[in-house]
């Protein structure tokens, strides 16, 4: 049984109106640039099973994707919450705190519950 993630409805300025119903272990989507996923990679404790993916050299023409399931993703968050928390470097904290709402919105914009709320 999949855990349960934590709702990030009442995140300002994350405001979704439609989940789409995914199965349970689908990947979605999730679209950084370079600098998001050096964030991710050089200042998060985010392991090797979330962050070699970032290895993959996208088609030419094409922005960097990667596909994540939502437990995934749910736990991407955490490691880039705890770490733009914890910056001491206020240019640093605000682009984790940006680069969460960004995923934070991926995130919140599927459902892979049975009979899950797609508002």
Do not use: C, W
Request: hydrophobic share 35%.
């Amino acid at each position: 049984m999949a855990k349960k993630r934590r709702s990030l409805d009442t995140v300002p300025g994350i405001a979704v109106k439609h989940r789409r119903q995914i199965a349970i272990g689908e990947k979605v989507p999730l679209e950084l640039n370079d600098r998001e996923r050096d964030l991710i990679v050089k200042h998060t404790f985010a392991g090797h099973d979330l962050t070699d993916r970032f290895r993959i050299v996208p088609s030419p023409g094409q922005p960097p994707s990667y596909r994540f399931t939502l437990d995934e993703l749910d736990e991407l968050t955490g490691y880039v919450a705890a770490e733009a928390n914890h910056a001491k470097v206020k240019k640093l904290e605000k682009e984790l705190h940006l680069l969460y709402a960004r995923i934070a919105a991926v995130l919140e914009s599927y459902t892979d519950e049975p009979g899950g709320s797609t508002h």
